[in-house]
Every structure is written in C-alpha cells, then in structure tokens.
C-alpha cells in the first residue's frame, strides 16, 4: 500500500488536489459564485464532449450548443410538464442526447471536416428558431422557468455538520455539476487510455492507415459523436439547473464559439485542457465588463475599448493567438514548459528524444 | 498593554458606549440593503453587446439622467444616485448570475429597467423570492404589469404592447370598420404580445384578420411573408417589427405595387427610421402608429422645456447620439425612478420603494412624455403607462390624430 | 400564379444578396480550400469603411473604389499576419482562426460605429420594374447585375489569366507549385485580398437594401455558405446560380410548406447545405475530386 502511494505518479496528486480544491472551494466564495463555479463546471462537461469529438476523433463540430440545447429542454419538459424529479432527468436527456448525436454522426460521415464545421455551424445559429417553434413543448418565445432546486436533507445536514452553514440552493446545485464532472472525467479519461480512445486517435492522426489496420472508421467516429452529444447533452440539463431557465436566447451561436474558444484555449485532445478552458470561456466576460474597468494600471483607452467592445473582440482575439502561438492550449503550453524544465534540471541536453511526443497532439 | 494604551482603550470603549446609547435615543432614518446615508445603489442588467446591443444605450441615458440629478440636487434627500450597468449580452443565462451578483455581492437597493424579456423573466422569480425591487423593466411584455399578484416586486412601465395593440384595434373598428386586416410579427415574445393584444382588442370582429405572417429574426428579407399577405387580400397591413425589419417592409411593400393602410408599432416610429424607409422608396402613404414619448427627431418639440432638458441631461453622456429614441426612453424612465425616491422620502425601504412604485404612483409632470400621459398605479392597477396618441404620418412627420387613448383598465 | 411569380422574383432579388458573398467564399476556396468563416464580417467592416468616407462628403463612386483597394489591402493584411503562421496547419485550426477573425471583427465593428441601423446610399433607383407581372426594384436587379459581373470578372481572372492559373495551382498542388517557382503564399495573399474586395462589393451592394449594422451579415453568411455548397464550392457560376435558387427556395418553402412557413427561413438554409452535402458533395457545377492516399 506504502509502495503504491510511493509510486504513484506526480499527476495523480495533482488531480487530488484538484479535486479537494473543487470540493472545498463553495465553502470560501459567496453563495451566487458557487453558482457561477457550477456554471463554469457545465461548460467544462461540454467542453470535455467537444474536445473528445474535436481533439480526439478529429472531427469539427461548432454546434454543440445544440446538443445543449436538446439535453436542457429534454431535462426542463420532463421536470416541469411532466413532474419528474429534476435530478432523475439529467441521465435520461445524456442519453437522448447521445442517441440523437450518434444518429446525426452518420450523415456526417460523409461530410470532410470543412463541409462538417459548415454544416454544425448552420445548426448553431439555426437552433433558437428551431427551438421556438414547437411552442406548445418548448414554451416557446417565454421559455421554462425551472424552481430553484431544494437541498435534500441529507445533504444540507452534511453541509451544516461540516461547515456550520446551511447549504443553499446555488451550494446543491454546485455540488451536483461537480459530482456529474468528476463522473465524466474520469470516465473519459478512461476513454482514452483505452481501446476506443486509441482507435479514435488513430482515425484523427491518419484516416486512411487507420482503415488499413483494421479500425471501424464509421463505427468509431459516430461513436465519437454520440459521446461527445452525450456529455453536452448533460451539460445542457445541469445548465438548466444552474440557470433555473432555459429559453431560444439562453442557447444563441455564441454558446457554440465559447465552447470552442474554451477547447481550444484549454487545450484539444488533453484532460484537464476543458476545465481551464471553461473557467477562461466562463469568466472572462464577467470579469472584462467588470474588473477590467477598476484597474487603475490599464490606460483609460484601452479600458475603455476593451469595456465598449465586449467580450467578443476578446475571444476573438485569443482564438486567433492561441491558435498561432499555443496551437496545444494552456495545457500545452504547460507540459512544453514542464518537459523543458526537466530536462534541464536532470542536465539533459535539448534535442529531440526519439520518443513518439504524447497527448496533447498537434490538432 | 501598557498603561498608556489600556488607558486609550477605556476612554474608547466609554465612547462606543455613549455613542451606541446616544444611537437608540434618536429616532433612526429607515433605511435598507443598498442605502447609506448618502448613497443609493441601483443595479442593471442590459445588452451591451451582441445583437441586440442597439437597445444597451438605454442605460447611458439612465444613467446621464442619474448624474444630472447628482450635479443639480445633491441627489435625492441628499443621497446620490450610484448605477450599476452589467452586460449581459441579452442572454438569459448571464442575467441570472450578473443580477445574483448584483443582489448578493453588490447589495444594490433594487433593480432597475432590466432589458429584455426572456432575460428579465429568468430572474423574476428570484428577485421576488429575495425581496428585491424589479422596477420598471425595459419590456413592453404585459406580464410584468398583468402578473403582479404572483409578483408583487416586479413591475414594467412602458405601454403594454398589447396596449398599443389595443389601442390600434380601437382605431380601426372606429375609422375602417369593413378592412381585412394582414398581420406580419416577429416570432417572438414582442410580436407575438402585439398580436394577441390586437387579436383581443378585436373582440368579435377577430375574423377581420384575414392573414396573419412570422418570421425569425434570422430571416434576411420578409418579401416571401408580404407577397402572401398581399394575396390575401388585405387592405390593411400591421407590422410588428422591430425598426430593421420594419423599414425594408414599407420598402418591399411599395415595391409590389401594394397600397393598404399600415400600422406600425410605437419603437419603430422614430423620424429618422421612417425618413430611411422614404429614401429607399416607400411610399408611406396612410400610415398609422401611436407614440407616448417625445420624440428628438420631430421639430416640433425643438423649442419644448422638456426637449431643451432632456439635451442637458443627456450633454451627460459623451458616447449618446442625441437624436436615438433610445435615449430619451432612459431618461424618462429614469424621472419616475427618481419619482419614486422622492416620494419614499425618509422612508427609503425596499417594501416601501416598491409599494409607491407598483401602487402609489400619480406622476403627470415627466416632461419627456407626451403632454397629458400620466405615469400611475393603484393599488389594484399596476400599469403605469397606458395612454398613448395615435398618429398619421403626413409625408414630412408625424401629426398627431384626436386626443390621447387610454387603454387603463382593459387588460386583464 | 401571380404569388407564385412574384416569389420567384422576389426569391431572385434576395437570392442576389447571397450569391455577391458567395462569390467572395468561393475566391478564398480557389485560393486555399478553406472556407473563410470571416467573410461576411469584413464584407460588413469595409461597408462602414465606405460609409464613414460617404458620411464626410466624398462622392459614391471614388468611395466605392476607395474601399475596395482599402479591403483588398485589409485582405491581404490579414493573411500575412494572422494566416501566414498556420498556413499549413491542419484543416481546424484554419477554420477556428477564421471563426475567431469573424467574431473580432464583429465586436470591433461593434464597438466603433455603434449598433444603430442606418442608410447606405445606392446607386441604383428605387423605381420598380415589371417582370411578367411581377415586381422588383432596379435596386434588387442591381445587386444581381453586380454579381453577375464581378462573376464574369472573376471567371476571366481564374480561367483566362496567368495569375488566375497560378493561383488555383498553388492551392490544389502546393508543394509542386513551390518546385516550380510559385510564392505560393503571395497567392494565398493575392486570393485573401481579391476575397476581402469582392465582399466589400457586396456589402457595398446589400447594406441599402437591409440596413448596414454590424450584424447584418451574421445570417446573410449561412444564407452564403447554402448557395456556395449548392453550386459547388469551387465554381463561382455556381455561386450565383446557387445564390439564386437559395432564394427561391426559401421564400417558396416558406409559403408553400405549412411545416416551414415564415419563420424557419434559415432552417431550410441549413437543410439544403446538409442535403447538398450529403448527397451531392460536388453541388451542381463542382467537379469531383481525386485524393490521393
């Protein structure tokens, strides 16, 4: 038991802390930021679904804010026509979610990734008139309002017990987009390492040798998609829940470039790239509108400019930067800094290893 | 602690002391969340960005007006007004977490003119759990004036657009009885209010609709939408579009020849939106709207107090087109929201905040509306605005036709 | 009968709105097989361009000109800077750079001319003229004689010039046009700068007709993208066509298909891009392509 601790490698330590920061983190922010944090924390469960489309089957799709969509109306309908209990909702719109992702996975096949971003972008900027017009299912143009969902007792108990707080809603709601994150992590973490995860990278690096080794290209890449669909899918329903309403505006093509912007800023084809991606995607238009304004170190000009412009010249800006200079994301970045810094310090000299590099790829 | 520094310590805490005592023997100020002795913060949520970020100058003009109240009054009952605008990009799913931010971190008094429909009814339910005044949205949508027994903290204050609507039916059932009536709206929350608004106000001349077209606002041209309403054969056309959909319409309706009787909605009205219309060749002959609030590009306020006020104030903004309809609509609305602080005098509490602005208000002297619209609620009416002029476009300008309508009282 | 025809020309009339920005997609797939997702956004920047020069008193035409070497310059600007480092970067990561392009450019747009709508002049009349009892404006038949034009031009520049030539070699066979002596990335420039003055011809030609706003091409592009799919994306007659029949069929579906009706225009977009797509890639005047594996 020792021996494994003593072996176990640094990453996972880090992952640990990591995890206990997320845990701890509702009891040190003010209630409404928890709901921010859950908010962040749902576009780093569709940032994941991207990035398992994009970074690792090599498929482009800018319209996952589709799929968010169908899981967050799927979720809204269930609970508030049909009185389901909100939590019991979530894995049934992943699922229908995933089912329709698959399904839409098959005409895609035929698309080449230009045709395939074409296509998913359409979808985008499609989708809030789509929504609105089965009003009688949808509430149309007045959206569902959702309840602000209600601590179980079990729950609020721990939290007191804990915390000598009560636990408020935004607190539960955290909590339960937390528990759904780590879950889908860590399972796509296991995607990866393993057969499927191996097959859809081996189809993004080279389709053609990939199809001569034997791999099902179409098996694995609407699988690809179903996944992937799955997990906006379940991101859509816990938007809904962090959110409390879901209307044709909560879903504009915007959604779909910031989950892009997050993917790509965290980094494609790597782990943790989602989360730092989401929190960057999440909070960089709250805080350029407001932080931005009070610090006195910016010239007034460019305070200005940045305020006046909005987030958009912003995204629009760091796409295009991260894409140049940081093509593998923050987390490329980092791993880049990382391996130089070791192999300084064990003295090695820089030059290339002969290694096959590992994940994050080149997209 | 040396002798020296208990010694201060003492003296301190016997100060405290008479100072808590001296506190609790005077009669204290009511006051709240948000207020201090000198300030009141108010909170907003508006698009700034995005599309429909047109609407986002609204608030330069609140705000314009709240410092020209600051400058000249010391604010109101010596505290001043301090506003703060958040951008929510018109989307739900950031108003949620800007106006929780605003209500929990900021501590703001109230909120006030929210933007946005979707975005205001996405936190009303929230507000109004908290106790958080939701004044005078900036949404003509008639729940926030209709629903206000299940929320007593929200309230709207521009016509109703199913007020105007009405108030168009009135026109029409006394001055065309016989039209077929042609509806194009906008396939949303705003074109489908209108909608319903005409189609009640119709009563049981409901069947002289005719027609009735949507589209999204996704659509590049509502040619497709007037060809089959003119085939209908309607003689009287309704737009409830937004100005840049309003504006190719009477283009695209000339164009085809067609010459019914139109009815255009009050926020594509402006002067400036209609000369645009001239330019690209619509006829514009026979038109019909109604309008509540002065209008900066129409000469005939050019020498009005108000109008002369209403360009000081918004002197205030440095980035404001004075001419943009838009404008004067946040200063005017921002009067009743001082209105309302004036009148809360000493009591400056939420509850009663509220109160006066949903039940209690009689406001006939805002010299940025029309003359003679008043701004008033009771205790059992909660519409503030309902009165508006009808008026005929007569190839230069608007002129205004009879006296205003009231549509107070028919909504229910 | 009549409806109907008037639809059609209608659908024509809009369908020329189209085609002008889908000639500017299929310039930049000429020139680098990649669909440029900012193309509307500088068509819309280079309008405010020509509508700040008009607003202080320049005459319309030297404007005109004016922005157009303006926005062949502005073109060429952005592929050396923000192209030229991935030129060879995988398919992606083009397409997420023009998507960040796109959104900078609107936002940018945004923040200094403001969100208001306003008049651009046009020089063609507002008279209407009389197609077999139907109605168009001399300014919807403009914008299609425009196209047609700027087709022609650049149908004589692609097939009938040596620079044409050089510039569809450079994108189909990049390294053997680099063996024989091509600046294949001066091409790509070239191909970025005639895109970026072509659109700007658009824009010019659109915004009387629907306003000139910073976001008046964000649907006007998918609209774009359908006709040049439609027509195959490498062919700029089939631009036009496929501009044209773009607009037919979305102001005939939606009268015609209760389903549809008025307000899913865009969605009828969209289902022709993906049927297009998936059953005929090509669209109708592409030519199959061979790759080599």
Not at chain 2, 156 to 183: F, M, S, T, V
Request: charged share 10%; net charge neutral; hydrophobic share 50%.
């Amino acid at each position: 038991m020792i021996q494994r601790i003593r072996t176990t490698p640094p990453r996972y330590w880090l992952v640990l802390v990591v995890v206990l920061f997320f845990i701890g983190l509702p009891t040190v922010i003010d209630s409404f930021q928890s709901g921010e944090w859950a908010q962040a924390l749902v576009l780093a469960i569709a940032i994941m679904g991207l990035n398992i489309l994009v970074g690792y089957s090599g498929q482009i799709s800018l319209g996952h804010g589709a799929f968010m969509a169908i899981g967050a109306y799927t979720s809204a309908i269930l609970a508030h026509r049909y009185k389901m209990d909100y939590l019991a909702t979530i894995p049934i719109a992943g699922l229908l979610t995933g089912i329709l992702g698959f399904l839409f996975g098959v005409p895609a096949l035929r698309l080449s990734a230009l045709y395939l971003a074409l296509a998913t972008f359409a979808l985008a900027v499609v989708t809030p008139s789509l929504i609105k017009r089965p009003a009688e299912l949808t509430g149309g143009v007045q959206g569902i309002v959702l309840l602000p969902p209600v601590p179980p007792t079990f729950a609020s108990d721990t939290f007191s017990a804990l915390t000598g707080t009560a636990l408020t809603s935004d607190q539960w709601t955290y909590y339960v987009t937390l528990a759904w994150t780590l879950v889908l992590f860590w399972l796509a973490w296991n995607l990866v390492r393993h057969r499927a995860g191996r097959a859809m990278r081996a189809i993004r690096d080279g389709e053609v040798a990939a199809a001569a080794s034997g791999v099902n290209i179409a098996g694995y890449k609407t699988l690809a998609f179903g996944i992937s669909a799955l997990y906006a899918g379940i991101a859509g329903s816990l938007f809904g829940l962090a959110v409390g309403f879901v209307s044709p505006d909560t879903f504009p093509v915007a959604l779909s470039i910031q989950l892009l912007v997050g993917a790509v800023v965290g980094g494609l084809a790597s782990i943790p790239g989602p989360i730092i991606g989401a929190i960057f995607a999440y909070f960089l238009p709250i805080e350029s509108n407001q932080w931005v304004p009070t610090q006195t170190w910016i010239p007034g000009s460019i305070a200005s400019t940045i305020e006046k412009a909005g987030p958009a010249v912003t995204y629009g800006a760091v796409l295009i930067l991260t894409m140049i200079f940081a093509p593998n994301g923050v987390v490329g970045l980092v791993l880049t800094g990382y391996s130089r810094l070791r192999g300084r310090l064990r003295g090695v000299p820089d030059r290339e290893s002969g290694q096959m590099p590992p994940d994050p790829h080149t997209v | 602690m040396t002798k020296f520094g208990s010694r201060i310590a003492g003296i301190t805490a016997l100060f405290i002391a008479l100072a808590a005592c001296g506190g609790s023997n005077t009669p204290a100020a009511q006051t709240d969340v948000g207020v201090t002795s000198n300030s009141i913060l108010l909170g907003n949520t508006i698009a700034q960005s995005g599309a429909a970020a047109a609407y986002g100058t609204i608030a330069n003009g609140e705000l314009a007006y709240f410092t020209y109240i600051n400058n000249t009054q010391g604010g109101v009952n010596g505290r001043k007004i301090t506003f703060k605008i958040l951008d929510d990009a018109y989307n739900p799913a950031q108003t949620v977490p800007l106006t929780k931010q605003l209500v929990e971190q900021d501590k703001v008094f109230a909120m006030f003119s929210g933007l946005g429909t979707q975005a205001q009814t996405s936190v009303r339910d929230y507000l109004n759990a908290q106790k958080v005044p939701q004044l005078f949205v900036a949404t003509g949508a008639t729940t926030f004036m209709l629903d206000y027994s299940k929320y007593k903290y929200s309230i709207g204050w521009q016509p109703p657009y199913q007020g105007e609507a009405r108030i168009y039916a009135k026109d029409i059932l006394a001055n065309h009885a016989g039209a077929k009536i042609g509806i194009l709206y906008q396939n949303d929350d705003y074109g489908q209010d209108y909608l319903k608004g005409l189609t009640d106000g119709l009563g049981s001349s409901a069947s002289m609709i005719v027609d009735k077209e949507s589209y999204d606002v996704t659509a590049t041209s509502t040619a497709a939408q007037l060809v089959k309403l003119k085939a209908s054969g309607a003689d009287t056309l309704f737009l409830f579009t937004t100005p840049g959909f309003t504006i190719p319409a009477l283009v695209t309706v000339t164009k085809l020849g067609w010459a019914p009787a139109i009815y255009l909605n009050a926020v594509s009205n402006p002067e400036v939106y209609m000369g645009i219309a001239a330019k690209n060749g619509a006829a514009l002959k026979n038109v019909t709207s109604v309008g509540y609030i002065k209008d900066p590009t129409d000469p005939q306020w050019a020498s009005d107090s108000g109008m002369q006020l209403y360009k000081t104030v918004i002197a205030n903004c440095t980035t404001c087109n004075v001419n943009d309809g838009f404008n004067i609509y946040g200063v005017a609305v921002a009067y009743t929201m001082v209105d309302v602080l004036k009148q809360a005098g000493s009591n400056m509490t939420r509850a009663n905040v509220v109160n006066i602005a949903t039940s209690g208000l009689n406001e006939s002297n805002n010299p940025f509306l029309l003359p003679g619209v008043v701004v008033k609620t009771t205790s059992s009416d909660h519409f503030p605005i309902t009165q508006e002029q009808v008026i005929t476009w007569n190839g230069t300008g608007w002129s205004s036709q009879g006296g205003l309508v009231d549509e107070r009282g028919t909504i229910k | 009968m009549q409806e109907f025809l008037q639809l059609v020309v209608s659908g024509i009339a809009t369908g020329g709105i189209f085609a002008s920005l889908a000639l500017a997609l299929v310039l930049i797939y000429n020139a680098m097989g990649l669909v440029n997702f900012a193309q509307g956004e500088m068509a819309m920047f280079a309008t405010f361009v020509a509508f700040t020069l008009i607003a202080h008193g320049m005459n319309y035409w030297l404007a005109f000109v004016i922005t157009l070497v303006v926005a062949f310059a502005g073109g060429i600007a952005i592929e050396r800077v923000v192209i030229r480092p991935i030129e060879r970067a995988p398919i992606l990561t083009l397409v997420i750079v023009t998507l960040g392009l796109a959104t900078l450019i609107n936002g940018l747009a945004g923040s200094i001319f403001g969100y208001v709508p306003r008049a651009f002049p046009s020089p063609f009349s507002v008279q209407t003229v009389n197609i077999l009892g139907a109605l168009a404006s001399f300014q919807d038949l403009g914008v299609i004689a425009v196209s047609a034009v700027v087709l022609l031009a650049i149908y004589l520049l692609l097939q009938h010039t040596t620079v044409g030539l050089t510039m569809r070699a450079a994108a189909h066979h990049a390294e053997a046009s680099r063996l024989l002596g091509v600046r294949v990335s001066w091409m790509l420039a070239l191909g970025w700068g005639l895109a970026s003055a072509v659109g700007s011809v658009s824009g010019i030609m659109v915004a009387p007709i629907i306003l000139l706003e910073p976001n008046m091409m964000q649907t006007i592009i998918i609209y774009a993208f359908a006709a040049a799919v439609l027509g195959g994306i490498e062919s700029p007659l089939g631009a036009v066509v496929g501009g044209v029949i773009v607009g037919v069929t979305v102001n005939l579906a939606g009268v015609y298909l209760p389903f549809v009706g008025g307000d899913l225009q865009l969605a009828v977009a969209l289902a022709i891009i993906v049927a297009v797509l998936v059953l005929k890639p090509n669209g109708l005047f592409g030519r199959p392509t061979v790759r080599r594996v």
